[in-house]
Every structure is written in structure tokens, then in C-alpha cells.
């Protein structure tokens, strides 16, 4: 069975760069035809689809973050990455990484816990 | 952008049935998918377009026709108090976008 685990720093100073990274437990990044995502959650709100990457490195962004957002594979590791640049406080959520979409089925499944980062000086 | 619309919040009493709406233009042509959230908790995929993921209640079902998917639950436990989300992946322009959440109080 799949899991999925975030790690990176809980605090990120304004105008920095946000890092984490998804390590994958249970299964390959590289099979079976899935997207591997980043979604964030502002405290006391909705989901915001930040983008996906394939094993190959093909990605695709939220359009409102595009400018700032890169997201890597690490096949090797088993792991996928985000960095968020220029952050500022409106950045400070919870982010978790997920398994999908894959073509025809165009769900997230699993999840990981989910990891606070805050913004602050 | 395409752009999905929930309704706040829903409250039913236990026993009865929970509607949870999803709004969006031509939503029946696309793939609906809902997601559960319990506070502190990451989401669980709780129907994916057409099904129930396995270990689902069968009391969880999804419906989608013109511009409103439902997400239907029946015999509402209190355990089913919590967020829910709709979401889809638009294939044409790779994006994906989530509702903003309707939040389930079971009276």
C-alpha cells in the first residue's frame, strides 16, 4: 500500500524559498502511469492544487502560482520536490503531496499528512 | 478558469440523507471527484467518478447531469461530520480545480 510522507521546515522567512520534499513508501514513482502532486490548504480554508509532476519530469502548474513553483523527481529516491519562491505570509498553509491524477482517472489518492509552513521573520 | 461552486455548509440530522452539491458549467461532461476532511486530517478520497474507493461505506454515492454533481450519503452518522470537496482534472488544459468545500454538521 502506498504512503506518502512530506518533510521540509516548518518556518520560512518572507522572500524566501519554500523546500520540501515527498518521499514515496510502498510503491515506485515511476510506475503505473501517475502524476505525482502538491496541494496546500490555508488555515481555515479550501484545497488549492498547486501542480504535478510525471517520473519523466513533465509538469503542469496552478496557473496563479506558475511563476513561482518548481516541482522535481527524484526517481532514485523515490521522492518528488516543491520549491516555492518569494514567499510571504499569504504562503503559510498546510502542503501535502499526493498520489494522481493519471489519465482517465483524474483523482488524488493517497494523501499525505500534511505539513505546516508558516511564513514569519 | 473553470470554477466549481459547493454550498457552505449542509446539516442533517443522523439517519437521514445528506445532499452535497457541486456546481459548475457542463460539470456532466467532466469527471467529479469528493473528498472527506476531518479536522487535523489530510483528505480521503471518498468517490472517484464513478465509485466508491474500497473501504468506503456503501452509503457514499455520486451523481452528475447537466452543471450539478452530488455527492449523496445515506443513514448520516455523526462520524460523517466533516469537509467536503469536489474536484476535477480538466484534461484540455491539465489543471486541476477543487471546490471550495462544504462543511457537513450532522445535527
Known amino acids: 500500500q502506498v504512503q506518502l510522507q512530506e518533510s521540509g521546515p516548518g518556518l520560512v522567512k518572507p522572500s524566501q524559498t519554500l523546500s520540501l520534499i515527498c518521499t514515496v513508501f510502498g510503491g515506485s514513482i515511476s510506475s503505473d502511469g501517475y502524476y505525482w502532486s502538491w496541494i496546500r490548504q490555508h488555515p481555515g480554508k479550501g484545497l488549492e492544487w498547486i501542480g504535478y509532476?510525471?517520473?519523466?519530469?513533465?509538469?503542469y502548474y496552478n496557473p496563479s502560482l506558475k511563476s513561482r513553483v518548481t516541482i522535481s523527481v527524484d526517481t532514485s529516491k523515490r521522492q518528488f520536490s516543491l520549491k516555492l519562491s518569494s514567499v510571504t505570509a499569504a504562503d503559510t498553509a498546510v502542503y501535502y503531496c499526493?498520489?494522481?491524477?493519471?489519465?482517465?482517472?483524474?483523482?488524488?489518492?493517497?494523501w499525505g499528512q500534511g505539513t505546516l509552513v508558516t511564513v514569519s521573520s | 478558469s473553470y470554477v466549481l461552486t459547493q454550498p457552505p455548509s449542509v446539516s442533517v440530522a443522523p439517519g437521514q440523507t445528506a445532499r452535497i452539491t457541486c456546481g459548475g458549467d457542463?460539470?456532466?461532461?467532466?469527471?467529479v471527484h469528493w473528498y472527506q476532511q476531518k479536522p487535523g486530517q489530510a483528505p480521503v478520497l471518498v468517490y472517484d467518478?464513478?465509485d466508491r474507493p474500497s473501504g468506503i461505506p456503501e452509503r457514499f454515492s455520486g451523481s452528475n447531469s447537466g452543471n450539478t454533481a452530488t455527492l449523496t450519503i445515506s443513514r448520516v452518522e455523526a462520524g460523517d461530520e466533516a469537509d467536503y470537496y469536489c474536484q476535477v482534472w480538466d484534461s484540455s488544459s491539465d489543471h486541476v480545480v477543487f471546490g471550495g468545500g462544504t462543511k457537513l454538521t450532522v445535527l
Open positions: 499526493a498520489r494522481g491524477p493519471r489519465p482517465s482517472q483524474g483523482w488524488f489518492d493517497p
Open positions: 467518478d464513478n
Open positions: 509532476i510525471y517520473y519523466s519530469g513533465s509538469t
Open positions: 457542463n460539470i456532466g461532461s467532466k469527471s
